[in-house]
């Protein structure tokens, strides 16, 4: 649980709000040809010289979203205790909104409406149901870990041990109680549980790109892999303190996500598949402020975001908020948990 | 055939139903024989996520195709191509596939399309649905 030491790291939320600015600031070019801002726009809109001057003062926002972010984590907004680090990443992120819905309205009077076709391939098969099992299998791991701790309370270490450093020695303990081993496995539980919920939702709820061009655009999968590597690794950090070593799996998830984000770096929208994106098949009006989205008639529950690297949910599905609710709600009362045993 | 992409396209924007319109395009490959009896057609959710609409639209679609024979639905297990008869000529039902032939042509030859366009158009139409079948026969 590193988080617990990371929330009072500066340098490291610094580190989090420069990555952040800096991908805020190649966005307009990661964008979809037809696409500027989260509008549809003519393709040559985006060669234009009114398009290049509005991405130059959108980034004048970004340069300043990251210099008021990294103030703020090292202490020029006054004492916040443990809190700069959040602080400053907020800061930042406010920013970059106020600069994205700017550059987003100055774009709107050269909107264009958006293609009303639509395209599926009917050859193509659902994945198969082994990876529904995969995304499930930490799920069941962790109720496994829930049912040996209720039933062998005993032989639960006390003190509980709930950070471990990079040595895979425990170094960070507390009192065995029942809050505290159940409140750790309600956080890793919901943890798992949201990353499991991504992870099915890329494999069956996501649109899929239809066309030859698009056979090498895997994004859905390498973003399926990511989440997957997360899930079994929060999974795995559960068995920890029953003594089991994860180390193993540790280098499995660290290899998989090194090479998931290389893979988005060199070959995804980085290394210049955008332009060959297709039509993400969504209505404007749909993207409320150009992030949210929010279509009943789309049955989407993800959908590719028109700004940014990802995918998004589509908030116009009663299933979303209930499946958002059921995996937020325990990570709240497990970050409630951690912020008790931080004080 | 049956490794090939089988791509519909629907228009939001059209003055047809989006369920016809899928209905129609599967239809289209039915006759084609691009579907075998026995094969799966993708879910209702699966079309509808793909498409961006609404699942009534995609179930709507199977359901009309299923009431022509075309499909036999089972809950759980998605839409299966089924053998389907043909069913005997009926003089009403070629009458009115004549009158919509003849106002589809007009609509087309009313927006500029040339007689010579619309010929090359049938005949490919006809020789991809029916091979050379199509080329001289049906009377």
């Given at each position: ?343 | ?67 022509e024979g ?15 008869s043909t069913p005997a000529p009926n003089p009403r039902t070629r009458n009115a596939f004549s009158q919509r ?37 049906g009377r």
């Open positions: 649980m590193i988080w617990l030491n990371v929330l009072h790291m500066n340098p490291v939320w610094s580190l989090v709000v420069l990555v952040a600015a800096s991908l805020e600031y190649l966005m307009p070019e990661l964008s979809r040809p037809g696409v500027a801002f989260s509008v549809t726009v003519a393709p040559e809109f985006r060669c234009s010289v009114r398009h290049a001057n509005i991405v130059r003062h959108y980034r004048r926002g970004i340069l300043v979203s990251a210099f008021t972010g990294l103030m703020v984590a090292f202490g020029a907004a006054g004492p916040l205790n443990g809190w700069a680090g959040p602080a400053a990443f907020c800061a930042q992120y406010v920013i970059f909104l106020l600069a994205f819905l700017l550059a987003r309205r100055v774009t709107m009077p050269n909107r264009i409406a958006a293609p009303d076709t639509r395209e599926a391939d009917l050859s193509r098969r659902e994945p198969p149901a082994v990876l529904a099992v995969l995304v499930i299998a930490p799920l069941l791991t962790m109720a496994a870990v829930l049912f040996w701790t209720y039933s062998n309370w005993q032989q639960i270490p006390d003190p509980y041990p709930i950070h471990w450093g990079f040595d895979g020695q425990p170094d960070l303990w507390v009192e065995r109680t029942p809050m505290h081993v159940y409140g750790v496995l309600g956080l890793l539980g919901g943890l798992a549980a949201l990353l499991a919920f991504f992870g099915y939702g890329f494999l069956f709820w996501a649109r899929r790109n239809v066309g030859a061009q698009h056979t090498r655009y895997s994004f859905p999968a390498i973003w399926i892999a990511l989440f997957l590597g997360a899930e079994y690794f929060v999974a795995a950090s559960a068995t920890l303190p029953l003594g089991l070593d994860i180390r193993p799996l540790e280098l499995i998830v660290l290899a998989i996500l090194a090479a998931s984000s290389l893979y988005l770096i060199v070959i995804g929208p980085v290394g210049g598949q955008a332009a060959r994106r297709p039509d993400d098949q969504t209505p404007d009006d749909a993207w409320k402020f150009g992030i949210f989205y929010f279509n009943p008639q789309d049955a989407a529950l993800f959908v590719e975001k028109r700004f940014g690297l990802g995918w998004t949910v589509n908030f116009g599905q009663t299933r979303a908020w209930i499946l958002i609710a059921m995996a937020v709600a325990p990570l709240g009362v497990g970050f409630a948990f951690v912020m008790s045993i931080a004080s | 055939m049956g490794t090939s992409k089988k791509i519909i396209k629907i228009d939001l924007g059209s003055s047809v139903p989006v369920y016809r319109q899928i209905a129609d395009q599967i239809r289209a490959m039915l006759v084609a024989r691009e579907f075998n009896p026995g094969e799966r057609l993708p879910t209702v959710r699966r079309v509808a996520v793909d498409l961006g609409v609404n699942h009534n639209t995609v179930a709507e679609a199977y359901r009309n195709l299923a009431e075309w499909l036999s639905l089972e809950r759980g297990r998605g839409a299966m191509v089924v053998s389907r032939l003849r106002n589809l042509i007009a609509q087309v030859r009313a927006a500029g399309i040339s007689p010579q366009v619309i010929r090359s158009e049938f005949e490919e139409v006809a020789t991809a649905l029916f091979g050379r079948e199509g080329k001289g026969s």
